[in-house]
Structure formats: C-alpha cells, structure tokens
C-alpha cells in the first residue's frame, strides 16, 4: 500500500512562506512534474513571490471607473481552484478518523472543476475515487477527470441538474460501507477554505489599490463555497456588499426559477447547505449567451480589445485566463460597480475559477449556434458583454424578510437529505457560521500532528 501523503494546513495555503523552507522550495519544483504529491503545497492563491495571482481588468474593458480585480484560478494544481476544496474536505476526514487509507473509496458529486479537483487530489494522496457529474458537460472536463484516474459516474443532463449528482452520491453511499463522500455542496471544509484562504487572499489582493478597501465582492455560487470569501471580507470591510451571481435562465435563487444553461460550475437549482444566506446582500442575474460569447472575444479576438483602448500586451495576457463563470463573474462585478455607484477609488472582487483550457468545446459548440462570427460582430458583443451591461435583474435581500424565501429552498432542498428542520434553522444566526469557521485552527493543529506522526 502507498504511503499516503499529509500537505498543507489552511495557512500555509494562505501563506506558503508558512511551509517549510525546503518543502516549498521542491514543491516549487514540482510544478513540473504534476502528479507529485508536493504539489499539495502548492494549492494556493500565492505565486512564487507569494504575491496573490490576479488581474486589475482594463477599464476600456469594463467600461466602469471601480477598480474590478480578478482572483485568478488557473494556476492551481489541476487548474482550478476547486482543487483548494477537495484537498480539505479529504484532510479534515483524514483528521477526524471517517476517510481510512486503503480502506475508503471517495466519491466527488460534481459538474466538473471540483471532480477534477477530487480525481487529482485521490490521485496524489493515494484513494480511489469516481466523480459523479452529468452527462452533458464539456468534454475536457470528463478527459481531465479520466487522466487524474477517478472513474465516471454520470447521471442525466448538465450544469443545473447537478442534484441528480447529489442523490446518486447518496445512493452509493447506502450500498457500500467503504465509500465516503466528498459532497462540495453540504460539508464545511469548502466553506472553511474559501473564508480563510480565498477571504484573506482577497483583502490581501486589494491593498495598493484605490481605497485598498473591498466595496463589493460578487461570485456566482455553484457550491456557494467561494461566497464564504465574503464572510471574511466583512469582517474586515462591514460595509462591503456580498452580490451572488447566477444564470438568468436558471434564477432558483432570485425567484425560484429552473432551467438548463451553459454556465458551467453554477446555477445549480438549490441553495446549497453551506451557502450563508446572512451575509449575501444582492442576487444577480447574468445571461448564459453574454458569459460564452465574452470568453470568445477574449480568447479568440484580444485585436478587439485593443480596438477599444486596451493595451496590446494587457488583451495578449488575458487570453487563456477565464473559463465561462470566469466571465460571468466578471460580468456581475460590472453590473454591481454600477448598481452602487462606485467610484474610482473603490474596488470590486471577483474570482476566475479556472482557465480557457477547459472550454474549447464550447467555443466550438458556439460556432453552431450563431451564424456569423465576424469582427463586425465580436464588437457589438464586446459592447453588449462588457462596455455597455446593464445594472438590472438585480435584487436587494438585506432585509431579513426578503432572504425568507432562501430560507425556505434550503429546508425544500436539504431535509430530503436527512437534515432536520432544527439543524437548518441553526443556520440563521451567525454564531452558526463563527463556529464552523473557528474549525480551521482545530484542523491546522491536527493536520501538523498527522504529518509529525507521519516522519517518525
């Protein structure tokens, strides 16, 4: 049996100058050779001047005076920060003695990222493992998910049909004792990882920059994780807003509606369990079509953004940088730098989960469906995308009253899975989410522990 690999604490991805000196020299290293399992130190936000990888977006780009700055993903392990996740939901069962080496297969619910997340953190620390996703997502995905080693389980349909995940995972739980679940959208480590690290990351991202304070921090929530974020920005900024972004065809958290788009990573038809409906202030819907036909400008035609002030090397960087949500996030922080009236020494924080090299797919799938894909044409989508979005489709539920209706999803969504009504109404006060954060400095010193163990 392979000796299974313990890495990082939740500071150390925090703050990779945490690591051991030579540890983090060799993961550095590492880099090259992907399937290292010292690439465990390197799931970070961190480059290697332990400088948080972002961009400040050209405001010939995004057409607002607000400084917007992107968290950039694809430099994670795997290419995603999902891969953040996945490595602490398994550590935290390592700890807690309920995920067992060379006795537990994981399982890793999913419409992609966090499956390729799951498949190569297994893959590094020696588990099996099979993602279960649906059957119509991109291609790349399932080819990245099979080259990490995890099988496929697929259930029916694609991006907003990711509860059919949930509930398989569910059934093979029942019929074998050695699977153990990895579910993104219900357990706290993806909560805790996204308010320490991707939070911290974030207030550390800004400084230098107009106010070097955060006015706004907007992210679509597939698994809500990376909304945990602003849980910690508001600990820091009160008066930042928290706008959660999803897909205008499939607007379950706006008004309840259902329905298939292309955003692929959110829109999921629920209100996740570890979503903390408390501290999201605005919901935002953003079109499917706007979110792909933007990554096609921005990959495929950068000349356009020069057309329109960007610079030459600016628009030539930025081409690999986002995937679909990517765009959509980016989207939403437009329309939210709008709907608040920013100004231009206020900063509005998004995240790119992964890159471009996920998605060829649907850019090709694109070309299908529209009948021109000419320059006449890209700029009228640039203006649309970017320049000229809208601030609409935009609700306000700072007020209690107006979050009941989430509340209430999240009994529908979540007491068919076993949680009791008591439990979800726990989950209305903030002392609930205090608590589950405070984990993290639990986990870190068992974590230190195992791998004390592990050298001896």
């Known amino acids: 049996m392979h000796k299974i690999p313990y890495g990082p604490t939740y500071h150390e991805m925090l703050d990779p100058t945490m690591i051991d000196p030579k540890t983090r020299k060799d993961a550095l290293v ?11 130190f390197n799931i970070t936000w961190k480059d290697e001047a332990n400088d948080v990888r972002k961009i400040v977006l050209p405001k010939a780009l995004t057409g ?87 099988l496929l389980d697929l259930t029916p349909g694609t991006e907003s049909d990711v509860i059919l995940t ?48 955060i006015a706004c921090f907007a992210s679509a929530p597939g698994s809500a994780g990376t909304l945990a974020a602003g849980d910690q920005i508001k600990a820091v900024f009160p008066e930042a807003k928290i706008a959660a972004l999803e897909p205008y065809e499939c607007s379950t958290l706006t008004d309840g509606g259902r329905g298939q788009h292309r955003i692929e990573g959110i829109g999921d038809k629920m209100c996740t369990l570890i979503h903390n409906v408390l501290t999201t202030d605005f919901l935002v819907m953003v079109s499917d079509e706007d979110a792909v036909r933007g990554m ?16 030459p090397l600016v628009a030539k960087s930025m081409v690999d940088l986002f995937g679909v949500s990517g765009i959509c996030n980016i989207q939403g922080a437009i329309k939210m730098a709008k ?27 694109l070309e299908t469906r529209v009948l021109e894909t000419e320059d006449y044409v890209l700029r009228r989508w640039f203006k649309d995308v970017f320049l000229n979005v809208e601030a609409n489709h935009i609700t306000d539920i700072r007020l209690r009253h107006a979050k009941d209706r989430l509340f209430e999803q999240k009994e529908k969504d979540w007491i068919k899975f076993g949680y009791s009504k008591a439990y979800l109404d726990s989950m209305k006060d903030m002392t609930f989410w205090e608590n589950e954060y405070q984990k993290v400095f639990h986990y870190d010193k068992e974590i230190k522990e195992m791998r004390k163990k592990d050298d001896k």
């Open 64 to 150: 607002v005076d607000a400084n917007i700055i992107v968290l950039l993903g694809n430099a994670f392990p795997s290419g995603s920060h999902k891969v953040g996740p996945a490595y602490s939901t398994l550590i935290e069962g390592c700890v807690d003695g309920t995920i067992v080496p060379g006795e537990h297969t994981i399982l890793g619910p999913s419409t992609g990222n966090f499956g390729i997340g799951v498949s190569y953190i297994c893959n590094l620390m020696h588990y099996d493992a099979i993602v279960i996703m649906p059957d119509n997502m991109s291609k790349e995905r399932y080819q990245r998910i099979s080259r990490y080693g995890a």
């Open 166 to 213: 949930l509930e398989r995972t569910y059934e093979l739980v029942k019929t074998n004792p050695h699977y153990r679940s990895l579910a993104q959208f219900e357990l706290f480590p993806n909560y805790r990882f996204h308010r320490y690290v991707t939070g911290h990351s974030a207030i550390e991202a800004v400084k230098g920059i107009g106010n070097s304070r």
């Open 339 to 365: 709907h608040l009236r920013l100004s231009e020494g206020d900063n509005v924080v998004t995240v790119a989960t992964d890159g471009f090299d996920r998605y060829a797919s649907v850019l090709e799938n």
């Open 30 to 40: 590492a880099k090259e050779d992907e399937l290292n399992p010292l690439n465990l």
């Open 296 to 311: 096609k400008i921005i990959h495929d035609a950068p000349h356009i953004l020069e057309e329109y002030g960007v610079d």
